[in-house]
């Protein structure tokens, strides 16, 4: 068994203990609270101890301790980040490494990673008030591309073995979920007649005869919708390994023209629900900073389905630390999907495993389980311009880096990316070549 000694309780390095040795490495271990190094006396001679004090322990394995975990509130570092072998974080210049294993604090720095401690006080965003990503090294240097948390994990674990080879511990099989984040259902169907007669005369002024023929086809029933994908998404993947986020409201000009008033978008949404598929909320452009709106989307998904409406992602992948989040928990959610990184793909909270997500506003952790996802389609499109050959590959990376720490893959499609329409010509083949890519690897 694994003994993490610690001087004193801290709900940050429980947590962190927690999700590395619990969820990520699933073995048995104990955080043990000692006054000095007399108290281990009594530990059985096979214990494995990590030595995470401010004294002395001998025979332990010596981690160097930052404040960072033993803190209660929010301060505005600006660590020192350094990849070598490992992805090094430093908090302090003075950081006392004698005698230790290792040349900065694992454990810190995790929590620093997981906990997204860098956004509390970021003041940088985006066009659409999302995190700029381009504007922290973390992810502009691209870090963010290998799951840290899981390799610290990993990095411990392997020194734990070597002080006692007996130690256990699980080997997850490798899952993967396929979500939707359905921001408008239909391309040309079930539009008001005047929505109908706007984008007929736009297509038009615009000489864009491909559209009008197409609109025209569709409203005259000669051809079925390109956004109408649900029975082909059915046909090629596993009910329980599905997950639909649907956009319900209408706030602004980013959000869908179909909202939960279409009942031909109803009907969809209940055709999936009653096949037992994973069916939540993809809150609406304006919501990530008000509790109400989120509560009222999920409530009328809740109405549609008949059902009660547990997860959610984020419209535009868009959220406020901890605002958006104190939010869904308000509203009884208790899975996020928004954790995906925009313009690389990767790891947002350097972990390949779903994990509760900690307040540090709090300094508590929450009930609301993240669940990462690594890549997004208009990410590969739109942000890196990759054809759909380039971008097959893309994912395949972010595929075999999950699979080799025992992670649960997650990828963001759109109901337009499986169109066959305008730019997501041939992106039909990439969603079947991953999914034939997933399935070899998860049997």
């Known amino acids: 068994m694994i003994y993490l000694?610690?001087?004193k309780y801290s709900p940050r390095l429980s947590y962190t203990a927690d999700i590395i040795f619990g969820v990520i490495l699933q073995t048995r271990f104990k955080i043990l609270y000692i006054s000095g190094p007399e108290n281990t006396s009594g530990l059985p001679q096979d214990a494995v101890l990590l030595d995470y004090t401010n004294f002395e322990n001998k025979g332990a394995l010596k981690i160097p301790q930052e404040k960072l975990l033993f803190e209660e509130d929010i301060k505005p570092y600006e660590p020192d980040i350094e990849k070598s072998d490992l992805l090094k974080i430093r908090f302090s210049a003075s950081l006392d490494t004698q005698g230790a294993v290792i040349d900065f604090d694992i454990f810190a720095t995790a929590f620093y990673l997981l906990s997204e401690y860098h956004n509390y006080l970021n003041t940088d965003f985006?066009?659409?008030?999302?995190?700029d990503e381009t504007k922290h090294n973390l992810y502009s240097k691209k870090h963010h591309?290998?799951?840290?948390?899981?390799?610290?994990?990993e990095w411990l674990w392997k020194r734990c073995i070597e002080k006692n080879h007996g130690l256990q511990r699980n080997f997850p099989a490798f899952r993967y979920t396929i979500s939707f984040d359905i921001d408008s259902p239909f391309l040309y169907s079930h539009k008001p007649f005047w929505l109908q007669m706007g984008g007929f005369l736009k297509d038009v002024l615009k000489l864009?005869?491909?559209?009008?023929?197409?609109?025209?086809?569709?409203?005259s029933n000669a051809e079925k919708d390109p956004y109408d994908?649900?029975?082909?998404?059915?046909?090629?993947?596993?009910?329980?390994?599905?997950?639909?986020l649907f956009l319900l409201d209408r706030h602004s000009p980013n959000d869908t023209r179909y909202t939960y008033k279409n009942t031909a978008y109803q009907a969809i949404i209940q055709r999936l629900s009653a096949a037992g598929i994973e069916c939540g909320i993809h809150p609406s452009y304006t919501s990530f900073n008000n509790a109400g709106k989120i509560i009222f989307e999920k409530e009328k998904l809740q109405q549609i389905t008949g059902k009660t409406v547990y997860s959610a992602r984020m419209h535009f992948l868009k959220y406020r630390?901890?605002?958006?989040?104190?939010h869904f928990i308000?509203?009884?959610l208790t899975h996020d999907y928004t954790a995906c990184p925009v313009h690389t793909p990767g790891f947002r909270h350097f972990i390949a495993t779903p994990f509760l997500w900690f307040d540090l506003a709090k300094n508590t952790v929450s009930n609301l389980t993240l669940h990462p996802t690594m890549v997004?389609?208009?990410?590969?499109?739109?942000?890196?311009?990759?054809?759909?050959?380039?971008?097959?590959h893309e994912i395949v990376k972010v595929i075999d880096e999950t699979i080799k720490y025992n992670g649960h893959f997650v990828i963001l499609w759109h109901n337009s990316t499986l169109s066959e329409w305008k730019e997501w010509k041939g992106w039909r083949n990439v969603f079947e070549k991953v999914l034939m890519y997933l399935n070899s690897k998860s049997q």
């Open 5 to 7: 000694l610690a001087h």
């Open 126 to 131: 985006d066009i659409h008030e999302r995190y």
């Open 145 to 153: 591309t290998q799951p840290w948390v899981n390799i610290y994990a």
């Open 208 to 219: 864009d005869l491909p559209a009008v023929k197409k609109r025209f086809r569709v409203l």
């Open 229 to 244: 994908v649900a029975e082909y998404i059915l046909k090629n993947v596993s009910r329980e390994k599905l997950a639909f």
């Open 321 to 326: 630390l901890p605002q958006t989040y104190h």
């Open 330 to 332: 308000k509203a009884t």
């Open 376 to 392: 997004m389609d208009r990410t590969l499109q739109k942000y890196n311009e990759l054809d759909a050959g380039k971008a097959y």
